[in-house]
């Protein structure tokens, strides 16, 4: 993910209102082709889009904090809910 984040670690919605665009998201997952999206603000809740277009479909994006050793949870299209572990953040 390509997001900003606040001083406590959590996703800055100012910093995304100024430039959504730049809040890029890939999924790399072993042999299986590379995944694009944007995570987007939705109704004070976060969202990937994995297409463009204002129709794509979204996946629900939670995450509390975004800091090693968190946790978080994505609702697919299909409905699952899948938890992923965050093992690193990076500076810029």
Do not use: K, N
Request: with cysteine; proline share 8%; aromatic share 6%.
């Amino acid at each position: 993910m390509h997001v900003v984040l606040t001083p406590h670690g959590r996703l800055d919605d100012l910093a995304w209102q100024g430039d959504p665009a730049s809040w890029h998201v890939r999924h790399l997952c072993g042999q299986a082709p590379v995944r694009e999206g944007d995570l987007v603000r939705l109704d004070g809740s976060w969202a990937l889009r994995e297409a463009p277009g204002e129709d794509a479909p979204l996946q629900d994006f939670d995450a509390r904090l975004i800091r090693p050793g968190e946790y978080a949870s994505l609702r697919g299209t299909d409905g699952v809910l899948r938890s992923f572990r965050i093992v690193a953040v990076e500076p810029d």
